[in-house]
């Protein structure tokens, strides 16, 4: 028994080519936000903490400065400790008198590893700094339009039903008022 399936892929390439022309990027319409999430992003990206200011969240400024000074502390103390150690390692090859006399060579390896890896994490937490400045500045910019009004609450009431006579609930209940 033969069975032949003739299939044609031309009409499909054209549908897709169709498809594609026929769909336009649509731009994300933000004016109706109070704040504009793609200019704070595009200041904290020239300035970190910028993008925070246009939102009008600007106690979020220290404590990023503060974030981004502790890990430049950190990456110059282990990069110090790594060029001790490194330099140690390099007169421990020469025969030269080190730091670190107690030390054979695997131990002075291991905290030039120990400190590079140390200062490269630091460099890396850096990193995760400058982007959490973007995505908090765009995050906070799309929720500046959020309804945060009085009529919006959450309260924890205590809470007693009765079943029966003798059968009686006590707890805690949440209550969403909107």
């Known amino acids: 028994m033969c069975l032949f399936v003739n299939c044609s892929a031309f009409s499909q390439e054209a549908e897709v080519e169709n498809l594609k022309k026929s769909e336009k990027?649509?731009?994300?319409?933000?004016?109706?936000?109070?704040?504009?999430?793609?200019?704070?992003?595009?200041?904290?990206?020239?300035?970190?903490?910028?993008?925070?200011?246009?939102?009008?969240?600007?106690?979020?400024?220290?404590?990023?400065?503060?974030?981004?000074?502790?890990d430049v502390y950190f990456i110059r103390f282990n990069n110090r400790r790594y060029q001790v150690f490194r330099q140690a390692l390099f007169d421990f090859d020469d025969g030269n008198i080190?730091?670190?006399?107690?030390?054979?060579?695997?131990?002075?390896?291991?905290?030039?590893?120990?400190?590079?890896?140390?200062?490269?994490?630091?460099?890396?937490?850096?990193?995760?700094?400058?982007?959490?400045?973007?995505?908090?500045?765009?995050?906070d910019a799309h929720l500046s339009g959020f309804d945060i009004s009085d009529d919006l609450a959450l309260g924890i009431e205590p809470h007693f039903e009765t079943f029966s006579a003798n059968n009686n609930s006590m707890g805690v209940s949440l209550k969403l008022k909107f």
């Not at 704070?40 to 503060?66: D, E, F, H, M, R």
């Open 98 to 139: 080190n730091d670190f006399p107690n030390l054979n060579r695997d131990a002075l390896v291991r905290n030039v590893d120990y400190w590079r890896r140390n200062r490269d994490l630091c460099y890396l937490l850096l990193a995760g700094i400058y982007a959490l400045n973007l995505i908090d500045a765009n995050v």
């Open 25 to 70: 990027k649509v731009k994300p319409d933000y004016s109706n936000l109070p704040k504009n999430p793609r200019k704070a992003t595009l200041y904290s990206a020239i300035l970190p903490g910028a993008g925070q200011v246009y939102n009008n969240k600007a106690w979020k400024v220290p404590i990023l400065y503060a974030g981004i000074m502790t």
